[in-house]
């Protein structure tokens, strides 16, 4: 069964521009979390979908954005970029919502924002 | 207001012996708690993972315990190998979040040989 999928594997931005980067979840996987990753603050959570609704929320302002397909692939968007949002992006897929369920992660999409 | 702590930056153990990665957690909330390994530039890997309900679950080399009364787990792998070298991140959830992973600052393991 293939992994996690993530695309791009990398980014080059300027500041102001917006992104949108994708995840294509484990075939049968219907949740779809992201997460940031900085050497600063750590695996931060960002949100998470199912069945192509926002189930959770992190603490992220609203230039973040997400939504999810049909067919569990998601995309996350951020808009007017700031060098801060530089980061290493990752997506989780998993089977339910339980929150008992174990999160495969995909490779990460590293952003660089000038 | 950090939930998950991994108090230890850093490990460094010999080949063969046993590694024991610890983690400390203040929510009384969550009730299931991962663990991955992360090599740079790479998504974390699940290893295994304890629900609230037990103390103890194993998996090969990997065994996780968790104290529930002092909010505590740990890691322990025997034997450790050099491939073992990467950071771990401890990571727990709740019900009531709904898959939200909050996660631990990682702990770097270096397996000497």
């Known amino acids: 069964k293939a992994g996690v999928t993530q695309t791009p594997r990398y980014l080059i931005k300027t500041r102001g521009q917006q992104v949108t980067l994708s995840c294509s979840p484990i075939s049968g996987h219907r949740s779809v979390s992201w997460y940031q990753q900085t050497p600063g603050q750590g695996l931060q959570f960002l949100f998470e979908?199912?069945?192509?609704?926002?189930?959770n929320k992190g603490n992220f302002p609203g230039r973040f954005s997400g939504r999810q397909f049909s067919n569990s692939r998601s995309e996350m968007n951020v808009s007017t970029l700031e060098l801060g949002d530089s980061a290493l992006y990752l997506c989780a897929s998993s089977l339910g919502l339980s929150g008992m369920v174990e999160q495969y992660f995909g490779p990460g999409t590293r952003l660089t924002v000038t | 207001d950090q939930q998950v702590k991994q108090n230890s930056p850093s490990l460094s153990v010999q080949e063969g012996r046993i590694s024991i990665l610890n983690c400390d957690y203040t929510?009384?909330?969550?009730?299931?708690f991962l663990w991955y390994k992360k090599y740079p530039a790479e998504g974390p890997t699940f290893l295994i993972s304890?629900?609230?309900?037990?103390d103890k679950n194993e998996d090969g080399r990997f065994t996780v315990f968790l104290n529930k009364s002092a909010k505590h787990l740990s890691l322990h792998i025997v034997p450790s190998q050099p491939g073992d070298s990467a950071v771990y991140f401890c990571?727990?959830?709740?019900?009531?979040?709904?898959?939200?992973?909050?996660f631990g600052a990682g702990t770097i393991l270096r397996v000497k040989s």
């Open positions: 979908y199912f069945s192509e609704t926002q189930r």
């Open positions: 990571a727990a959830s709740a019900r009531e979040y709904g898959n939200k992973l909050v």
């Open positions: 304890i629900s609230s309900i037990k």
């Open positions: 929510n009384s909330m969550f009730d299931y």
